[in-house]
C-alpha cells in the first residue's frame, strides 16, 4: 500500500464507463471500478472525474461511486465541487464572437452540417444533429433547456463548449481542424472526436477556449489538494484526454483506446472499459488485498 497522497482522475466515457449504446445515455459503471475507488478515498488518496461531459450527464456516476471532490466538466471549462459550498467554481468560456467567426469559416459552411453550442444555462441547436448524437454529447430534452438558434443575437451567454457535425464523406476532416488550428489556435482548442466506425458513423468537431483542456484541470485540482505532480495518476481512452496523460506522472491509457491515444500515455491497462480496467490496474498499482 502506498502511504504517500495520490490524485486519481478519471475519464468517462470509455474509460470508467462501461460501453453503452449509440443514443441511449450511460451510467453503467463495473462494480471492481467502484469497489476499488473507494477502497483508495478510504485510504486517503483523491480521486476526480475530469470528463467531457457537462454536469447533469455525470451527476449521477459521481453519487453511485460516493465521490466527495472536485469534478471537471466540459473537457475543464467548468471545476466545481458540488459538495462543498465555500469552493468558488471555475469557468472557462469562450468568446462569443470568435466563436461565430469560427462557425462563419468557409470550410464550416460548407461541410458544417449541425452545430451545438454549449452555456451553462442551455444547450442551443442548429442544422442536422439526430438524437442520437445529442444523446451522446449529452444533451437531451429531460434534461436541458433546448432553444433552436440562427444567429449569435439568440445566445446570451459565453459558451463553455460548442460541437459541429461534420461532413465526412465530403472533405478530410483534418483538413478543416488544421485550418481552425492555424487561424485561431491562439485563442480556441479544437479537437475531433472520430466515430465513423460507430453504428451510425460521425465526425464530431469539439470546440473549448485555449485555456480549458483536462490537463490544465489534473493540474489545477493537484495544486488544490496539495497533492505534487509526482503523485498522479490519470485514465483515459480519447484524444481530449491526451493533455490530461500527459500531465500526469503517470498518464494510462486504456486497453480499448483508438488511435494515437497510446502513444500520450506511460501505461495501457490490461483490461477494457467494460472489464474494470481503471480498477484492476489501480488495484495492482496500489497493491490492494
Do not use: C
Not at 459552411?109 to 445529442?134: A, C, H, L, N, P
Not at 490544465?216 to 505534487?228: C, K, L, R, S, W
Not at 485514465?235 to 486497453?255: C, P, T, W, Y
Amino acid at each position: 500500500m502506498r502511504k504517500d497522497k495520490w490524485l486519481i482522475t478519471i475519464d468517462l466515457d470509455g474509460t470508467f464507463l462501461k460501453t453503452g449504446k449509440m443514443g441511449e445515455s450511460n451510467y453503467g459503471v463495473n462494480p471492481k471500478n467502484i469497489k476499488v475507488v473507494k477502497k483508495l478515498i478510504n485510504q486517503g488518496h483523491k480521486v476526480a472525474i475530469v470528463t467531457g461531459r457537462p454536469w447533469r450527464e455525470s451527476k449521477l456516476v459521481y453519487e453511485k461511486i460516493g465521490l466527495n471532490s472536485i469534478i471537471a466538466n466540459y473537457n475543464g471549462a467548468h471545476i466545481h465541487y458540488p459538495n462543498n459550498k465555500s469552493f468558488v467554481d471555475l469557468t472557462f468560456s469562450m468568446n462569443k464572437e470568435i466563436l461565430f467567426k469560427v462557425f462563419d469559416e468557409k470550410v464550416l459552411k460548407k461541410f458544417g452540417i449541425g452545430f451545438i453550442v454549449e452555456t451553462m444555462e442551455k444547450s442551443y441547436i442548429k442544422g442536422d444533429i439526430s438524437k442520437k448524437k445529442m444523446i451522446m454529447m449529452g444533451v437531451e430534452e429531460e434534461k436541458v433547456n433546448i432553444q433552436n438558434w440562427k444567429s449569435k443575437k439568440d445566445i446570451n451567454l459565453n459558451p463553455q463548449s460548442a460541437f459541429v457535425n461534420i461532413d465526412f464523406n465530403n472533405i478530410d476532416p483534418f483538413e478543416i481542424l488544421q485550418i481552425l488550428k492555424r487561424n485561431y489556435g491562439s485563442s480556441m482548442f479544437f479537437r475531433l472526436w472520430d466515430g465513423r466506425t460507430e453504428e451510425e458513423p460521425f465526425v464530431i468537431l469539439e470546440i473549448n477556449q485555449i485555456a480549458s483542456n483536462k490537463g490544465t484541470a489534473m493540474e489545477y485540482i493537484a495544486a488544490y489538494y496539495n497533492i505534487p505532480k509526482s503523485n498522479t495518476i490519470a485514465f483515459g481512452d480519447g484524444l481530449n484526454d491526451r493533455e490530461m496523460l500527459l500531465q500526469a506522472s503517470i498518464g494510462v491509457a486504456m486497453k480499448n483506446s483508438k488511435g494515437t491515444v497510446k502513444t500520450y500515455a506511460d501505461d495501457t491497462t490490461d483490461f477494457t472499459n467494460d472489464d474494470a480496467g481503471v480498477g484492476k490496474y489501480l488495484e495492482k498499482f496500489f497493491d490492494i488485498k
